[in-house]
């Protein structure tokens, strides 16, 4: 059974830094792509990051040069880094990976920036 918890969601002002984790069980790790997604209230999950098995990464415009995905395949853990963080940065943050066609996700960590 895959299980995903996501972890170091909080407060914080505008400017400031957050890292989130997401700690993986019951999947090979190693060979999963993981993406963090956010959903605001009244509004669609949209994907923030990605990091492939290679350790390769892609993000939303919207976070470019701000966040940084990184993962730790020892430790069966992603991590987002967020910096400069904005008041439409707040959202519930999800992680996500597919495994075997079937779509696994945390049940998320909530980020409130204040302006």
């Known amino acids: 059974q895959v299980k995903l918890v996501e972890s170091g969601g909080g407060l914080v002002q505008a400017g400031g830094s957050l890292r989130l984790s997401c700690a993986a069980s019951?999947?090979?790790?190693?060979?999963?792509?993981i993406h963090w997604y956010r959903q605001s209230p009244g509004k669609q999950r949209d994907l923030v990051a990605k990091?492939?098995?290679?350790?390769?990464?892609s993000y939303a415009d919207s976070v470019k040069g701000r966040f940084t995905i990184s993962r730790d395949n020892a430790e069966n853990t992603v991590y987002l880094q967020m910096n400069s963080l904005k008041p439409e940065d707040t959202a519930v943050y999800y992680c996500?990976?597919?495994?075997?066609?079937?779509?696994?996700w945390g049940k998320g960590t909530l980020v409130t920036v204040s302006s």
């Open positions: 996500n990976l597919v495994s075997n066609g079937i779509d696994y």
């Open positions: 019951g999947t090979t790790f190693r060979l999963n792509t």
């Open positions: 990091i492939w098995p290679s350790r390769s990464t």
